[in-house]
């Protein structure tokens, strides 16, 4: 069962999501991120380009015919075919309808009060479809 962990009270989803990204690559996981919408996904693409000055995060947009071979996905389509079953990392406000296939997933939640309330949605349901999940709050120890 998909193992999903919270991380709240994130300052910058963009950056944080870099930094994810970044970390499962170093450890050789594959990853899909899923954006909210397109403005949000041209945004991590761009922030993946430039995000660290000695790293470079190797991705693709879903669907990218090299998308299979790369090891960060970047999508704001649940519906769009993805490669990777490893890790998701959802920064949308909406629940992906393909948890399930995934090994762990990584919702991350801003302080933004209706991002939050969306967040705290999830989590209940995903608390009733007995997923395991635990939670982290950014900037704490």
């Not at 870099?18 to 909210?36: D, G, Q, S």
């Not at 993946?48 to 015919?65: I, K």
């Not at 990584?106 to 999940?133: N, T």
Request: proline content about 4%; aromatic content about 8%; some cysteine.
């Amino acid at each position: 069962m998909t193992r999903i962990d919270f991380h709240t009270n994130v300052p910058d989803k963009i950056a944080y999501a870099c930094r994810l990204a970044r970390k499962a690559w170093a450890a050789n996981h594959r990853v899909v991120v899923m954006t909210e919408d397109a403005a949000q996904l041209a945004e991590l693409n761009a922030a993946m380009w430039s995000f660290s000055a000695t790293d470079f995060l190797p991705h693709v947009l879903a669907g990218d015919a090299l998308a299979p071979h790369t090891p960060i996905v970047l999508t704001d389509n649940d519906e769009a075919e993805l490669p990777h079953t490893e890790l998701l990392v959802n920064l949308s406000r909406r629940s992906s309808n393909r948890v399930a296939r995934f090994e762990r997933m990584i919702e991350v939640i801003s302080s933004d009060e209706d991002d939050a309330a969306a967040g705290r949605k999830r989590y209940v349901a995903y608390k009733q479809q007995d997923y395991p999940l635990t939670h982290f709050v950014t900037g704490k120890s």
